[in-house]
C-alpha cells in the first residue's frame, strides 16, 4: 500500500560531539519517507525553495519515493540548526528560518490520490487536517506533533487528533498533551482524544505502543514496548524521531501487513521504528539512511529480538 | 541456594504525590531480602537501633529471612527521609542520619558461611570488600554502590569491583563511573574494571545487561533489555532498585537457575528484577513486597512477557 506524507523537506546545519555539518538534507517528510521506502510506496508532500537542487532531489529518487507533491517556490527551504553537545538525547535549537514554509499550502498531485496510508509529520495542525480531509479515502492515518502545537494551537491539534488512527509523539510531549505526569494515564488520555492507537517513543529507552481499547487497570496487557538499539556511537540523532515513524508506518503499509493490521503486526512495526530509528543516528543527518540495505535492516531486527526475548 | 546479604537496614520517612509515611522499614536490605525471598533463602547482614523492634523483625520472620546477622547496638537506626514531589523518578534527600550505621563492622555468623552467593548493598566499599574477603567460598558476588563512593572513595571502590561478578548500577552512575557520557562505552568500561556483567537500571524504562565477553562492535548481540513496568500508579519509587536487585539475585540464586547460570537464566532474571522493581513501587516502602504471592509474581512475569516479545 503506497504511504503519502506531507511535512517538512528542509536543510539543516547540526553540531554533535562527533562533528558538524552545514546545511544538510533534513526535515520530518525526508527522514520519514527515506525509512519508509524500505517497505513500501513512498510520495512527499512538502514545499522547497530555490536552494533545493538535483542533488537533494537525488536522495529521494536513488529510494523510488515519488517527488510530484514538493512544490518549488520563490525563496529559500526550510532552515534549522541545531547542536547535541551537552546532552546527545536532546537538540538546543540555536536558528529556525521558516523561509517558503511560512506561506506552504499543501497540494495534492491526483496521482496521490489512491493512497491507503496516510502520515501527517509534524507541521501545522490546520496543514494537517487539510490534507487529511482532501484525502477522505485513505485507510490508515497516522501523525506527529510537537510541544509548540501542543501549547499554543490546541483547538486546531485536537481536531487532527480526532481523525488520527495512531499518533506518534514522544513522553514529554505525551505528558504535555494530557496535562499528566504519569505515563500510562497520560496516555489513556491523550487515547480519550480520538487515536486509536498511541506511540510513545522513549528516544535512546525505545518505544511504547498503547492501545485505545486497553482497559482501565490493565495497561501493561495490552501495551507493547519496543526497545531502542544499545549504540556505541550515536553520531547525529537528527531524524530518529522521523525515522522510527517511516519504519513504523512503512511496515504496516508493506505487503506483509497491510491486509490485516494484527497486534503482531503492530508490535514488528514498532520493532522496525526502532531499527530505522537506530541506524538513522549513527551518521549525520539522511547519510545511513541513504547508504542502507534491507539485509542490515532485517539483521537488525533480529538483534532487537535477541536483545528482548527470553529464549 | 542461599544468599548473604550485606547492607542498611533502616527507617525512611517519604513524601511522595500519593501521600507521607513516617519512619516505615526501608534500607537496601530490606527490600533486597524481602524481595529475593521469594526465591530462595536469604540471609541478612546489617546493624539496627534500640528503635528496631518485634514489629519491623516480623517483617523479615514473615518471609523467612533470617536475622542472625542483624546487630541491636545503643542508639537509633539509620534514618533517611526524602520526597518524589517534583520528579517521581528522582529522590530529593530532605535527611540522611547514620547513626548507628556509622560505627557498622559487619559480622558474619557461622550459619551463614556455607552461602554460595553474596549480595554487597550499597554501603562502603571498604565493608563491602571486608565481607567478601570473609566469604572467600560464595560462588557468585553481585553488589551496589551509589554516587558517593564513586566520586569520593573511588580507590576503594575499584577494589571491590575487582571481585564482583555481577555490579548492579543506575544509568548515572554507570556515566560517573566510566568518565563517560555514552551508555555503552561506558558500560565497556566499568566491565573493564572488574564485573563480569554490569546491569544497568533505568528506571521507568527497565534495565540493561552488559556481559564482559561482548566483543568490541557487537554491544547489542551481548546484551538484553528488560523493560518495566508502564504503572498506572507510582505510589512510591523508594527501594525499587533494591528489589530489583532481589529478585534479579534471588532467580539466579534459585534452584531453577543456579546449577546452570546460562544466557537464558540471566535473562529470566532480569525480568524477575523488573517484576520485583515494579511491585515495590506500587504502595509505600516495603507494603507490596509484604503482600505479595508467588502466584502474582509469575502473573507479572507474564505480562512482561507480552509486553516485549513478538509473538
Request: glycine residues 8%.
Amino acid at each position: 500500500m503506497a504511504i503519502t506524507v506531507v511535512g517538512s523537506v528542509a536543510f539543516d546545519s547540526i553540531e554533535t560531539p562527533a562533528g558538524r555539518r552545514e546545511r544538510c538534507l533534513g526535515g520530518a517528510a525526508t527522514y520519514f519517507s527515506l525509512a519508509a521506502s524500505f517497505f513500501t510506496d513512498v510520495r512527499v508532500i512538502a514545499v522547497v525553495g530555490e536552494d533545493f537542487g538535483l542533488e537533494q532531489e537525488a536522495v529521494f529518487r536513488a529510494r523510488g519515493i515519488d517527488t510530484r507533491g514538493i512544490e518549488r517556490a520563490a525563496g529559500k527551504s526550510f532552515f534549522w540548526e541545531g547542536s547535541y553537545l551537552d546532552n546527545i538525547n536532546e537538540a538546543r535549537t540555536h536558528n529556525t528560518e521558516l523561509n517558503v514554509f511560512a506561506a506552504f499550502e499543501p497540494k495534492i498531485p491526483d496521482a496521490y490520490r489512491d493512497s491507503d496510508f496516510l502520515f501527517l509529520a509534524n507541521i501545522d495542525p490546520v496543514l494537517q487536517r487539510q490534507v487529511r480531509e482532501a484525502m477522505p479515502q485513505v485507510r490508515l492515518v497516522a501523525g506527529d506533533t510537537m510541544n509548540y502545537w501542543i501549547k499554543d494551537h490546541r483547538p486546531a491539534l485536537l481536531e487532527v487528533l480526532k481523525g488520527l488512527n495512531i499518533l506518534l509523539i514522544n513522553d514529554t510531549e505525551t505528558k504535555m498533551l494530557a496535562g499528566n505526569s504519569n505515563l500510562v494515564q497520560a496516555a489513556r488520555a491523550v487515547l480519550a482524544l480520538g487515536p486509536k492507537a498511541l506511540v510513545v517513543k522513549h528516544g535512546e529507552y525505545g518505544a511504547t505502543l498503547f492501545h485505545g481499547s486497553s482497559p482501565k487497570g490493565e495497561s501493561a496487557g495490552s501495551a507493547f514496548r519496543a526497545p531502542a538499539m544499545p549504540l556505541e556511537d550515536v553520531v547525529d540523532p537528527t531524524g530518529a524521531g522521523d525515522s522510527f515513524a517511516g519504519g513504523f508506518f512503512g511496515y504496516l503499509a508493506s505487503s506483509a501487513a497491510a491486509d490485516e493490521l494484527t497486534s503482531a503486526a503492530f508490535r514488528r512495526a514498532m520493532f522496525y521504528g526502532s531499527v530505522m530509528g537506530s541506524f538513522a543516528c549513527e551518521r549525520f543527518g539522511t547519510e545511513r539512511l541513504q547508504q542502507l540495505s534491507r539485509k542490515e535492516i532485517d539483521d537488525r531486527f533480529i538483534l532487537f529480538r535477541e536483545l528482548t526475548h527470553l529464549d
